[in-house]
């Protein structure tokens, strides 16, 4: 029997299966979808089975598998389909695919360390008879004789509990012995009660949805409508037929809150999935999934990729969030993974949003989607008003950074008691700092930007690649002491609070409070608690959270994600500034929202302010329609990077004429231009865009393209279909 091996070899492999020998002590459980140790040249490696065959046509002389990795891993017909589909989605080689799939403790290249963890015990290794002779043999071993009469009534005992020294002297002469137990790392969960009666219109979607079918529904709710509610109730339904489930969230260490309640309801029976586990808590994860022991999986975009059996639903939370596409190679978006999982189980998909991405909404208006409303807040609680503050005119009173109205209704809510969020979607101090002298600006050396002050560590950080240096106190350049800080970043926001309202107890959360593993929940729990007045933050603090005392909410500077130049920057902003907005008034007192913005006739904003997604829809629609974009046409980018600019700008001249002579006549090639984030860490990229309705002979030319520069080291190309970013 032979076996064909899938390998990863070098970075840029191309795919090719190797044919090895079975040995007869590995035939009976080797299996495809099994990771294996072949040799290789003069190394060992690992890699796939894909195919297990009788007879061989190969010329050279065969070597033997070495090893089996895990017995009791394997990645299952539907899985090896799945990776077959990711591929020719995102045109990744087919190992980069199946390794996409995997967590990083069953990724590892070489041999794998063991991730399990254990508990040991101690037993009794004789007889009761032979333990009591001990017994009484050895009547001044006091503290053996304790241990052993506590074995007597106990079956094991935590080994730990005792000394070693006093436990070798039993071990010794073979009267107890070890027993390890493998335990879970996250465990033990309780099931709560949690009766609600349901809205009307949770009630509606419920009996709308037929988790029998095959469809695709999109509920649109509003903020706080309860659509979490309809999630588990489909969930609990779905398990009542032994089907499992899985349910995708944006960010899950933000959304803490949908954890604890799936805890509450389904006790140890969902596994979770997301980056901020350990290795070792991953892998556990995993293991109960493989094991079947648990029906629901909770987590981020790759948790698609979880090996459930008997799938019964895929629910996707905030649909609209960019986080379910991955925005590396493979660059796949996980709706499409969805969508294939949904054909191979026949099994429906939900995807929820208080604001559906343009492309979902135009689907479910033509059909093709389901369409489920709930236009109405669950409980109490009702929607916030949304106030429009002109900046321009605030200039002229020199309020900079607050505009009055939203200092005094700071100053009520820190007289009321009750709690204030603050949205600026940028971190850091400032944004620039220049010299006023010779106007000379800090630049990263690597890449295309200015670099971003950070007062608390007094250095210069590039966003992008990490470079960074410490501020001087004079201009590297012309050496005068004229070195200015521009733009507002959210350490600045945090320190000019602190001015401004002294009394006020405040917390930041962005990418740099919260590095350290389990930081977010730690923010958000003080936050709840009421140990702090105002939550100021990034666009982490957008989603998903709930805290009753919440009623006013302020956006500094709603222009921030306004004036990037890409076409879904309005989808972007309405989408941010809508979820923000939600989080006021999420109890029975009343919430109030601010948007500061120097464009205040913008109608993007008007549309948030209205909270009239559809109004906002038609319009972002006919801009769209105009300008030939998605949902009408759709795009594909196609990006070429080199170190050597030279290079890159004549392989991006060659790519284009290669296009032009091979996709259809329809489809628009526009380009090649200098790509959005131009140089990065030190690589030069360009790019062309193509916007197409159908055409049949892109897939084979952009396979092509891959080909002709995988083996290139000097050159890389990134083909991006649907992508999110220009
Ligand atoms: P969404 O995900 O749509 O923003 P959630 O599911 O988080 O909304 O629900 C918002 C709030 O309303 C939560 O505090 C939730 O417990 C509460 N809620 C949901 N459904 C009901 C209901 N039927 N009755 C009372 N409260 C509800
Ligand atoms: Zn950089």
């Known amino acids: 029997m032979y076996a064909e091996v899938l390998v990863e070899y070098s970075a840029k492999s191309i795919d090719k299966t190797f044919t090895y020998i079975i040995p007869e002590i590995l035939r009976k459980d080797i299996k495809v979808g099994m990771k294996v140790l072949v040799p290789f040249g003069s190394k060992k490696i690992n890699g796939f089975v894909t195919k297990i065959v009788d007879n061989h046509n190969s010329s050279y002389e065969l070597k033997e598998i070495s090893s089996i990795i895990d017995k009791h891993f394997c990645l299952n017909d539907e899985l090896m389909k799945l990776g077959s589909f990711l591929q020719s989605k995102t045109l990744c080689t087919k190992i980069t695919a199946y390794q996409t799939m995997l967590p990083s403790s069953l990724k590892v290249k070489e041999q794998k360390t063991n991730y399990s963890k254990y508990l040991t015990y101690i037993k009794l290794n004789k007889s009761k008879a032979e333990v009591e002779e001990y017994i009484n043999k050895y009547p001044r071993r006091i503290k053996q004789i304790d241990i052993l009469k506590k074995l007597l009534l106990e079956s094991k005992i935590l080994k730990n509990t005792f000394s070693s020294a006093t436990l070798n002297v039993l071990f010794n002469e073979k009267i107890i012995c070890e027993e390890k137990e493998q335990i879970y790392r996250l465990n033990n969960h309780k099931i709560e009660n949690n009766n609600i009666t349901f809205t009307k219109e949770q009630q509606i979607a419920l009996n709308s949805i037929d988790i029998n079918s095959e469809d695709t529904y999109l509920l649109h709710g509003i903020t706080g409508s309860g659509k979490t509610e309809v999630y588990i109730e489909l969930i609990k339904r779905v398990v009542g037929q032994n089907k499992k489930a899985i349910m995708l969230v944006p960010e899950i260490s933000l959304t803490a809150q949908i954890v604890n309640k799936f805890y509450s309801h389904f006790g140890d029976d969902v ?363 759709y795009l594909t980018s196609i990006k070429i990077a080199s170190k050597d600019y030279d290079l890159a700008s004549k392989e991006i001249i060659k790519v284009k004429n290669y296009l032009a002579k091979n996709v259809s006549n329809d489809t628009i090639i526009l380009g090649p231009t200098t790509a959005s984030m131009f140089k990065i860490n030190n690589i030069y990229r360009f790019q062309i865009i193509l916007k197409y309705k159908r055409d049949s002979k892109l897939f084979n030319c952009l396979k092509e393209l891959d080909e002709i520069y995988m083996l290139n080291n000097k050159v890389n190309i990134e083909i991006d279909n649907n992508p999110l970013q220009l």
């Open 271 to 633: 596994a979770i999935f997301h980056s901020g586990l350990s290795n070792g808590e991953k892998y556990d994860e995993y293991l109960k999934i493989l094991r079947d022991e648990v029906h629901i999986v909770v987590g981020t975009r790759s948790a698609i990729f979880t090996p459930l059996t008997n799938l019964g639903i895929i629910i996707i939370d905030e649909e609209h969030s960019e986080t379910f596409k991955q925005d590396s190679n493979p660059r796949y978006h996980a709706l499409d993974m969805a969508e294939f999982r949904k054909k191979y189980n026949h099994i429906p998909i939900i995807l929820g949003s208080a604001t559906p991405s343009l492309e979902s909404m135009a689907r479910a208006l033509k059909g093709v989607y389901k369409y489920i409303p709930m236009r109405k807040r669950a409980g109490t609680s009702v929607l916030p008003t949304v106030e429009i503050v002109d900046m321009s005119e605030e200039m002229k009173k020199r309020n900079t950074i607050f505009s009055s109205v939203l200092k005094s209704k700071i100053l009520d809510r820190l007289i009321k008691k009750e709690q204030t969020i603050l949205l600026l979607n940028r971190r850091g101090y400032s944004t620039v700092i220049s010299c006023k002298a010779c106007g000379f600006t800090y630049k990263c050396p690597y890449c295309d930007i200015a670099l971003t002050y950070h007062k608390s560590s007094n250095n210069l950080r590039c966003h992008y690649c990490g470079y960074t240096i410490f501020k001087d106190d004079e201009c590297p350049e012309c050496h005068e002491k004229a070195l200015t800080d521009y733009g507002l970043g959210t350490e600045k926001l945090e320190l000019e609070i602190k001015k401004i309202f002294p009394e006020a107890r405040t917390i930041r959360m962005d990418a740099d409070t919260t590095r350290n593993k389990g930081a977010h929940e730690v923010i958000i729990n003080k936050f709840r608690n009421h140990e702090y007045d105002i939550l100021l933050g990034t666009q982490m603090i957008s989603k998903g959270l709930n805290f009753p005392l919440v009623t006013l909410v302020g956006v500094i500077n709603a222009d921030s994600t306004l004036n990037i130049p890409d076409f879904r920057s309005g989808e972007r902003t309405f989408a941010l500034l809508s979820q923000v907005a939600g989080r006021a008034g999420r109890s029975e007192l009343k919430g109030e929202v601010i948007l500061q913005t120097f464009n205040p006739d913008n109608f993007t904003l008007k549309c948030v302010q209205e909270q009239d997604y559809m109004k906002f829809y038609n319009y972002e629609m006919n801009n769209r329609h105009k300008l030939d974009y998605p949902p009408y046409y």
